[in-house]
């Protein structure tokens, strides 16, 4: 893509593939992918967590069609925030903070069930956590916790998250949770 730190991506209704990236260790972006060629394109910065209210890493965004709505789940946050969901400007990259989800961990991802409800995923250890989003507050409810420790010895983060547009099954891209590890399963998630 051209760009580091790349790490969620989003179809929007006009047929664009946007994503989140990294510019230095402090700012997030977000870009335009070509499909056919991979070649990034910059949209703008999301924010830069050395600034108040803003968010230094989007880990994951989901597009909700019937609302023209591209989402984002932030961390990373200068003073006076912790994870946040955000709603991003697709062709500015401006962000509007819609508050914060209180949980922490990491392997944070989002994905938009058909029915608009918004899921995320937390990972802290061995456990695997499970919340929807209040999408006019930002705050998790969480659903369930999973112990992984039967699946690796260090647990599984879940960095993606998608709906299958068909069966509406929840699936996520998994990887082990150990310092260096590299391997990576598909998982499917009882919502």
Known sequence: TGFDGVSALAFLGDGRLVASGRQGPNTSILIEINPDSGQGTLIGVIGNSANPGECGRVSGLTYDSATDTLYG??????????????????????????????????????????DGTLFATAWLGINLSLYTLNRNTGLGTLVGVMDTSGITPNGLGVNGLAFNPI??????????GGVGATTSYLVSIDE
């Not at 069966?167 to 082990?176: M, V």
């Open 167 to 176: 069966t509406q099954e929840l699936f996520g891209s998994s990887t082990d």
């Open 73 to 114: 789940l932030a961390f990373k946050c200068g003073v006076g925030l912790s994870r946040v969901l955000m709603i991003i400007d697709p062709d500015t990259a401006v962000p509007t903070v819609v508050g914060e989800v209180g949980f922490g961990g990491g392997g944070n991802a989002i994905a938009l069930r058909r």
